[in-house]
């Protein structure tokens, strides 16, 4: 019987690589907006002349910049739009005529997930980055979020020894039945300034007792999902935790309100309860609980409206876990 296949972003996943996650997708939810961004910006001002915009272009080898008067950013202006006062034979103008006012941003908390989100909604080639008060604080391009990635990658690779430099048979060196390892972590309603801060240290605490990283990024990025929805659709927020064993971990993500009430339709891709406000924001897109069942083993909803919800997730690990993972 052929074995199902399905299609991911270009290439074919099976049921035997569905759970694989590379460590390029794990470090897009890892790393923020601020730790990839540019912050050596060119800007200028609404009347500074699109000739002189055009050199700066050329100079900068940019696509655009914004346009800021008194600190605050009030436009953007493109190669798109200057080509367009070209075309207009209209060259000397300011640049307050052709400059774009309606402006995406990105906030520099944001993980670096949700801002590909942002250039696949808009298809900018550049976004300006604000800071919690609402001031420009750096320019983002794909090619940063790339360079970011492969700065990470690197370091990564120079720190591999260190990460894996205590505790690696922590359990084989435990004399008892059954040897748990629990840890707890409480998630604040509406923090998105906080948000993955659970996650990286569940991570990272799995490879210093020695998850090869193919386990613990299922875990960091089912653990992220988990801790968004308790940020986004809760009053009070939850507790993550997370049941560290020789054969499996078990993480929980309990909150107490408002609850799910449909669970099928929680479960549809795209389907989502979540604010405008939320929405505007960059989160909410309805993937969260599609990407947690694609990286656990076992995965169940315990919810009552009013009452609360129950997220249960397992990952099953085989006798050696220490397998390496160069993916």
């Given amino acids: 019987m052929n074995e ?51 050199q700066l272009l050329r100079k900068r080898r940019i696509s655009g910049m914004p346009v800021v008067v008194d600190h605050k950013m009030i436009g953007l202006i493109s ?52 800071d919690k008060a609402g001031q420009l604080v750096g320019m983002l391009t794909k090619g940063d979020i790339t360079r970011g990635i492969l700065n990470s990658l690197q370091k990564d690779y120079q720190e591999e020894e260190i990460r894996r430099y205590r505790a690696s048979h922590l359990f084989e060196d435990i004399d008892s039945d059954r040897t748990t390892l629990v840890l707890r972590y409480r998630i604040r309603a509406g923090d998105f300034n906080q948000g993955g801060q659970a996650s990286s240290s569940i991570k990272r605490a799995l490879k210093r007792l020695g998850a090869n990283p193919q386990i613990a990024r299922r875990c960091g990025i089912a ?3 988990a801790e968004m929805n308790l940020i ?11 049941e560290v064993e020789a054969h499996r971990i078990k993480m929980q993500a309990i909150d107490t309100g408002p609850g799910i009430a449909d669970v099928h339709k929680a479960l549809q891709a795209g389907y989502s309860t979540a604010s405008h406000k939320v929405r505007e924001l960059g989160f909410g897109a309805g993937m969260g609980l599609v990407n ?29 876990n220490k397998t390496e993972d160069t993916a």
């Fill in 4 to 54: 199902p296949t399905h299609r991911r972003q270009g290439r074919v996943v099976t049921d035997q690589n569905a759970h694989e996650i590379s460590r390029v997708e794990e470090l897009s939810y890892e790393l923020k907006v601020f730790d990839v961004m540019s912050q050596d910006m060119t800007i200028v001002q609404p009347d500074t002349k699109i000739t002189e915009v055009l």
């Fill in 79 to 130: 190669l798109e739009d200057v080509v367009h006062a070209l075309s207009d034979k209209n060259i000397d103008a300011a640049v307050k005529t052709y400059m774009t006012t309606e402006v995406m941003t990105v906030n520099d908390y944001d993980s670096v997930v949700r801002a590909l989100e942002s250039f696949t909604r808009s298809g900018y080639g550049r976004l300006p980055v604000m």
């Fill in 223 to 225: 653990i992220y999902e």
């Fill in 232 to 242: 986004i659709h809760t009053n009070d927020g939850g507790i993550i935790k997370v």
């Fill in 292 to 320: 947690i069942k694609r990286c656990v083993d076992d995965f169940d909803i315990e919810s009552n409206p009013g009452m609360g919800t129950r997220l249960i997730m397992k990952i099953y690990l085989p006798h050696n």
